[in-house]
Structure formats: C-alpha cells, structure tokens
C-alpha cells in the first residue's frame, strides 16, 4: 500500500474518530448533574430572541461539512493539526464537564409559533448543562482559524460564520458570556499549543 493510500485512510480514521468524540457529549449531557449556573448579572439583560434558533441548528450541519470538507480535502500536515486541535479542546471541555459541572437558567417558553418550537426543540435534545465552555462556541471557533489561513480569500465569511453562531448561542439562552469566554480561551489555546507540537515533528514545515 502506498503512501496515498495510506494517508487516506488515516484521514477517514481521523474523522471517524472525531465522529465518535462528538457523539461522547450526549451521554455526558444527559447524566451530569449538580453543578453551578455561570450566570453573571450582565447575561440578565441578554434576552430570548428565538430568530437566532435557526443559526444555531444550521451551525451543526456546518460542523458536519467543515469536518468532511477538511477531512478530503485539506492539505495532510494542517488537517492533522486541525483534528489534533479540535480533539484536544473536546477532551479537555469533556474533562471541565464532568469534574466541575455546569448549567444554564433558561427561560419558560409560552409562545407557540415557529421559531418558539424551534428553541423548545433545541432545549428538548440537550439538557442545560455542560455549559462551561460552550461547544458550539469552541468548535466554530476553531473550524473558523482554520478556515481564516486554509482559505485565505473568504477570511472576513469565516469570522463573519464565528460570529453569528457565537451570538447564537447567547441569543438562545443557550449559554451564558462566561461560557463563551472560557470557550474562546480554550480553542485559541489548544490551537497555538498543538500548532506548536506538530511543527515540532521531524520533517514539518509550516501549517499556514
């Protein structure tokens, strides 16, 4: 088997691998209990806006694409470092939920229209807790870095996509500013600490 060929499959067992550290955080989320809110009085004046539901549930179909996307085709050396990225921030975030749980006070929902269910759906499939860091923050934001010096051209959409899915989350109830905080520190930090060892490696030359 040739190089090629060998690549590729350590590609496809990357993204399976990266499958099955994303599914992990339905189990945590459902069994955690206890824990603290990471409400600060700030985040009382963030209200519900249901519109932002739908940025929110588009930004896992974008998760899904991205990943696939760098997977096929990402020049190797850099989608070793992203998926190193991105596993290193999901252990670490997994490793927060479970040894210092948190949760989110979120609204009662009275209204039935659309956007309403939407929200209600959303609140439904993932319990109020694993809050601190927010997921949906921490892995837009590194798909985002990735994107910013992979495809250069489209940068300002990249930020633009970081920036939508990170107000979605408070725009939703879903999170609070602390959440979003700790999760931005922890996905700027795993990407410079990983960039780090994998330049390190014998006969790596630079990712960007």
């Known amino acids: ?7 590729f499959l350590t590609r496809v067992g990357i993204l399976l691998f990266l499958i099955a550290l994303q599914l992990l ?4 989320n459902q069994n955690v209990q206890g824990g603290i809110t990471t409400y600060i009085p700030i ?15 588009l930004s896992i179909l974008w998760w899904v694409g991205a990943i696939i996307w760098a997977t096929f085709k990402m020049e190797y050396k850099r989608y070793v470092h992203f998926a190193f990225c991105l596993s290193l921030t999901i252990i670490i975030s997994y490793a ?12 009662k929902i009275v209204d039935q229209d659309f956007l309403s269910q939407l929200v209600i759906f959303i609140y439904g499939n993932d319990r109020p807790y694993n809050a601190l860091p927010s997921g949906h923050t921490y ?8 994107w910013y010096y992979w495809l250069p051209k489209q940068r300002y959409l990249w930020i633009a ?3 939508l899915v990170i107000l979605s989350t408070l725009f939703t109830k879903q999170h609070a500013i602390l959440d979003l905080i700790a999760a931005s520190i922890l996905a700027f930090t795993c990407y410079k600490i990983t960039g780090y060892l994998v330049k390190k490696r014998p006969n790596t030359t630079s990712l960007q």
Do not use: C, E, G, Q
């Open 1 to 7: 088997m040739n190089k090629s060929n060998n690549r």
């Open 139 to 146: 892995t837009t934001l590194i798909i985002s870095i990735f």
């Open 43 to 57: 985040d009382a004046h963030i209200k519900l806006s249901p519109i932002w539901a739908i940025p929110y549930l």
């Open 25 to 28: 955080y339905f189990p945590i």
């Open 161 to 163: 996509i970081a920036i």
């Open 96 to 107: 927060v939920y479970l040894l210092f749980p948190t949760y989110v006070d979120r609204p």
